[in-house]
């Protein structure tokens, strides 16, 4: 037969000839009494055991005499005052005897006439002389006391002195008291069980269906609640810590006086490389790392405007103005209209520039995008597949190298971001440009965090922008390494990512 633990348990305590009390089961079993009283009535129900109700009654100490159980009977500690030092000195004064003794004002009448019952010796006109033959240790009262100590109903009243336990009674320092006694006596059935052998029931966490309808949920046990168990962590929905950082990115643009600017994920070769005075040969173009469409491969002819076809084919065989020097190599508006994932932001800048966003502008402009950019990169600690690339520009008359570092300096500084470092660079569509750079936290590298430069004519002229224009590329994860000291950049977005780093990350400034 299976059965719960604690059945099992007791059912192997009880017997079939004598009532087994279940306090004495659950000191046997070490089981809680509660849980043994339970188990009983559940064996009785299943007709494995009886139960049955007993008084009995117990000796226990007042509080009083609890007391004196513990400092001695009053009458004794006169005894012991009143004992002179000298055995044959003769009565002494009562009021030394008590003095010595140390009794309270209201134990001295308590004290004095049970001195007298007990024979202990002879009071006379305020003289007392102790019988220094008895035996304090033989007083059946002090006996008693000291067996009830801290061992209350242990002592059956029928065993014990008699005239102690009257004595002790009339003084008010012991009572009799009456206690329930629950006892189990196995049934035959429960004797069978035995024989036949127990098995302990699973324990079972969940009531389900399945269960409830087999019936078998009456040989299972249940587990106990456990209240103070720790609850499971609920991680609650949180926005990405990269998304919060773009946020935190915007509203600094913002701050600054830029406009944000939205534009293709998929564009034609024309907006993404033509327009930026980059040669149909340069090696960027056709390069392994560009995600071509295969469907539509290509951007109808109709969907470019004439005009800026003609003037960027134009820039790229003869350059601008009167001494411009184009590439000399084949321009093909079939080449420029391939389709592919862009591989930076910056045909977002040239569609503003060119008016084809939202119209022609007029200088100053500030302009920026935080817009992803596909690259197919070899994935490793600080590149992925794709990346958010805060894109910005501005139009002004005028510009020079120190307003385009002074620009990253006050948008880095946001950040806390106060040591960047500048490289020259290239960039066919920037002269000069400039790569940036910025100490990681925690390894101490210097890792790329973005490319910049002033765009050439050859590039603004086609696009019909006659003041100058600034312009950068930033990637928003390496300033979220340099600013959270996050190390790899899969720990942040990816099938990889670190969701305990993700979980607690705050990008709060
Ligand atoms: N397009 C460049 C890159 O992806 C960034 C850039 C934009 C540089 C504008 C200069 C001017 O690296």
Redo the contacts with the bound molecule.
Sequence with gaps: MKLPETQVAVLEAASADDPTPVEQIADETGEQEAAVRGAAFDLEERGLLTVTERTESELALTEEGEEYAYEGLPEHTLWVGALSNDAHEGPIELGQALGRGGLEDDQVEIALSNFARKGMGTIDSGTIEVDEDYDLEADPERALLETLRGEEGDVDPDEADEAAVAGLERRGLLEEREHTVLEVTLTDEGVNALMEGLEVAETVGQVTPELLTSGEWEEVEFAEYNVEADAETVHGGKPHALREMSERVKDVLVGMGFEEMQGPHVDADFYIHDCLFMPQDHPARDHWDRFALEEPARMDREDLPDDLVEAVESAHRNGVGPDGEGYNSPWDDDFARALALRG?T?NL?VRHLAGVAEGDIEPPQRYFSIEKAYRNDTLDATHLLEFF?I?GWVMAEDLSVRDLMGTFTEFYEQFGITDIEFKPHY?PY?EP?FELFGRHPETGELIEIG???IFRPEMLEPLGVEADVM???LALERLFMLATGAEDIRDVHGTLVDLDFLRNEEVVY
């Design positions: 930076h910056t800048s690339q894109e960039n920037t440009s490319n910049s430069g312009a950068w590329g």
